[in-house]
């Protein structure tokens, strides 16, 4: 028996082994085509942004302000600058599609209108007054009129206060003014 498994080995170690070629240099692949880059959401934002941007050209805001926007109107060939006061009630969004609600009270009918921030269509906008509040969205003040409506004001705060600029020059001028 343990001749029958001898021969069984030399048997198993004379079997013929496929030689596995040596690593050569492969040949050079053809270039892969060219695929174009497309551009994230992320990239298009930053590129309108750049081109539409308007956080330097109006002062700082927040919700509870009254404000005042000057809106651009074009009425046939004619543009004209129209002011909307009323309080800001919400920010929205951020970025490009930043903007914002300010609502109004006309001939007791509350009015509220969205303005996107980096809007071509925006003169300016003035700070009448600041208010004091303890929350990001005014909705509340949808279901009230009048004295219930009104929002403190916030004392010891300047009106006057930009965006900040990078530059410290400017800001230097501007604390001067």
């Known amino acids: 028996m343990s001749d029958e498994i001898n021969k069984n080995e030399e048997a198993v170690n004379e079997t013929p082994v496929a030689e596995t070629p040596v690593a050569e240099e492969?040949?050079?692949?053809?270039a892969a085509p060219k695929v174009r880059k497309r551009n994230t959401m992320a990239e298009i934002n930053t590129l309108l942004l750049q081109e539409q941007n308007n956080k330097g050209r109006f002062p700082?805001?927040?919700i509870g302000d009254t404000v005042r926007v000057f809106v651009k109107i074009k009425e046939g060939q004619k543009e004209r600058v129209q002011p909307y006061?009323?309080?800001?009630?919400?920010?929205?969004?951020?970025?490009?599609q930043e903007s914002f609600i300010v609502r109004r009270i006309s001939q007791s009918v509350a009015i509220e209108r969205i303005f996107p921030l980096h809007s071509p269509y925006l003169e300016k906008i003035e700070v009448?007054?600041?208010?004091?509040?303890?929350?990001?969205k005014l909705y509340y003040l949808?279901?009230?009129?009048g004295r219930a409506a009104k929002?403190?004001?916030?004392?010891g705060?300047?009106?006057s206060k930009?965006?900040?600029?990078?530059?410290?020059?400017?800001?230097?001028e501007q604390a001067t003014e």
């Open 60 to 62: 700082v805001f927040n």
């Open 85 to 96: 006061e009323g309080v800001v009630m919400a920010f929205r969004h951020g970025g490009v």
């Open 151 to 155: 929002i403190t004001e916030r004392v």
């Open 162 to 172: 930009t965006a900040p600029s990078g530059n410290a020059e400017e800001t230097k």
């Open 157 to 159: 705060v300047s009106l």
């Open 142 to 145: 949808r279901g009230r009129f």
């Open 26 to 30: 492969a040949p050079a692949q053809p």
């Open 128 to 136: 009448v007054r600041r208010g004091r509040v303890r929350r990001a």
